[in-house]
């Protein structure tokens, strides 16, 4: 994790974003979950080697805990700027460490219980069940300290990609091993393990306008960044260039534009984008043309094209694309 997306970080940490972004991703834009639904969940997750006493611990960038009619949810958002080849290692290790820290507080919830009913029995009180009326643990349950009738709280992880570069990474464990020295009649005993990417920056425009307007506009944000002809025409693509002040501070922020951020006031407190962008975009022309005209000066007086580069901050390919 990079400081760039920190704003990102910020903006989705609020809950009714949170919920806009996994409605949109989840469920194509249909208004499935509310911020009252979600809460902050424990972001830390503690593994404990089996020889030594050695611990580690990990972090997810976004952990929320969702309480649904149906299920509970534990959802975490991993955001990425880069490729990382190994995620599905990755993911499922966080994943993993989840599901046994769920185990680990069922573990003493039990152990709890059991000296519940040790004082319990010595006040001649019933030994069959405890407070909450559930039968005792047989002989197996007790060992592994999980009883037939546990059930753990799905783990579901979202990877969001903001690199300029497709994401040309595994999508599933098997893409990571070396499948073609085993007999295909026992590939499927190798157990597999898919991962979800949402990759911003190469996903079509009208899978993006699924997402609510104010996540929509900062996700094509995002992708149009380096594109100044589709970037001047955000409002045509999203359908509004009226978003409210935190997304316009969090695209601003993330872009690294401080001029966004003079959008003119919109409907109900939100912002106009629309000439704000049309100023970046021209200032952005003009700086394209002075950077060209530079370049074409210095190599005129037979600069070398290494030290154009060096002397502008610009790549030796910018310099040569110039020149063509």
Known sequence: MGKKENPLLDYYSQNERFAQLLNGWLF????????????????????????????????????????DALVHLFIGAELQEHVDYAMPLRIMDSDVLSYLHQKKTVGKNHTNDKDDKEDAANTNAKETSDSAGRQSLTADEYLSRFSKADRLQPVITLVLYCGEKEWDGARRLHELLDLDKLPSSIRGYVADYPIHILDVCHTPDERLRQFPPDICFLLMCIKYAKDKEAFSRLRELTGTAVVSADTCETIAEYLGEPELLHGEAGTEGGRNMCKAIRDLVEDGRNEGIQLAKNVLRMAGEQIPTEEIARELSITKEEVEKILE
């Open 28 to 67: 194509q834009g249909e208004p499935h979950w509310k911020a009252g639904d979600i809460c902050d969940a424990d972001r830390r997750q503690d593994g404990k080697s089996r020889k030594g006493r050695a611990y580690r611990h990990k972090y997810r960038d976004l952990y929320k805990e969702l309480d």
